[in-house]
């Protein structure tokens, strides 16, 4: 059985994949609109935590793409749920103070918190921060990060993401975080269990190797990796675990999947 004859769903990436630049990738209003067509049902799935997800809709909607709440799987939507299921509803903030309104029924705090909770905090970011959060954790408070992956591609060029930061704690604290977004397998489980798929009819397409393809391979799907984006050649080159496919961007899958 090819690969393609498997896939019945899709995870989608945003960042890179669906949108660049602040414009979708051409080719992909048309590439939605066939899976529409085919009956393919399809989710986004996102580790953008800079902004809420109520936000990411209407950004999309501004660039001709409508998407439904129930469409859009963001690291802090599953982090909210992942953190209520473990009873931690006092946090300190790592994050920005933009994505309260997706954690409805977890007090911020900033003193005594049950959980350390680290996202992208961008220029909000102090070493007194940091350095409360290094504290706390320290004193025995649960450590969760929303997202680690280990750059973006920003208007001006690559930027460290908030892998960064969850790595700097992990060193200072000698403790592991428990990651809540990409590519955890459980976060893949909770968009997919939408889809009413198994996990081996679902691809997961995106351009971030680790937290997108081979992300999706490890939660048992099936992993497709787009040159655009943060792609980098000789990040494909150098690893030990491959894709299952490399398509030149989200425009050119009706083609692969016809193939």
Known sequence: MSIQSRIKGFLIDLDG??????????????????????????????????????????????????????ELFSAPIVGRDYLLSQGLTRCYPLIKSSLTIDLDGVELVEETPQAVLVGDIGDELTYQKLNRAFRFLLEGAAFIALAQNRYFRGE??????????????????????????????????????????????IAVIGDDLEADALGGKSAGGIGLLVRTGKFRPDQLEHASVQPDAVLDSLGALPAWMDG
Request: glycine share 8%.
């Open 156 to 201: 001006d060029g690559l930027c460290l993401d908030v892998g960064s930061i969850v790595a700097a704690l992990e060193y200072a604290s000698q403790r592991q975080s428990v990651l809540v977004g990409k590519p955890a397998a459980e976060f893949f489980a909770t968009a997919g269990r939408s889809l009413g798929l198994p996990a081996d009819a």
């Open 17 to 70: 994949t669906v949108v660049e630049a602040n414009k979708p990738i051409p080719g992909v209003p048309e590439t939605l609109a066939w899976l529409r067509a085919k009956g393919l049902p399809y989710r986004f799935v996102t580790n953008t935590t800079s902004k809420p997800r109520r936000d990411i809709i209407e950004k999309l909607r501004g660039l001709g793409l409508t998407v439904a709440p129930e």
